[in-house]
């Protein structure tokens, strides 16, 4: 398996973990969902990516919890290469986070 095949599947478990978490209503589940999140999101981290895919899911996960608005010097440049990113790849990993994170019952929104 190529890494940019291990980042995609640990993003679709990732993207998982997140509807869960959104949904809970137990806080102790709700507490071991984030943790394993953060956890599925270092894997992401430390994983090289060999191409652009696992560049849009490296960077989309980093724009979604960082967003570039903290920021407003970098916002422009970070907000060019995540749509470049997604222009050449098809992957929106921020917009499905952001997705997920604004309605995690509704999952039409994700591609």
Do not use: C, N
Not at 14 to 36: P, S, Y
Not at 93 to 102: F, H, K, R, S, T
């Amino acid at each position: 398996m190529t890494t940019d095949a291990e980042l995609k599947a640990l993003w679709e478990e990732w993207k998982r973990v997140l509807m869960t978490w959104g949904e809970q209503t137990d806080e102790k589940v709700a507490k071991r969902l984030f943790h394993e999140g953060e956890a599925i999101a270092k894997k992401i981290a430390a994983t090289p990516a060999e191409g652009l895919d696992g560049l849009a899911i490296q960077f989309g996960l980093y724009y979604y919890v960082r967003h570039p608005s903290l920021d407003p010097y970098t916002a422009p440049l970070a907000d060019a290469i995540k749509d470049g990113m997604v222009r050449l790849t098809g992957i929106d990993a921020a917009g499905e986070a952001l997705a997920i994170a604004e309605s995690p019952a509704d999952k039409t929104k994700l591609q």
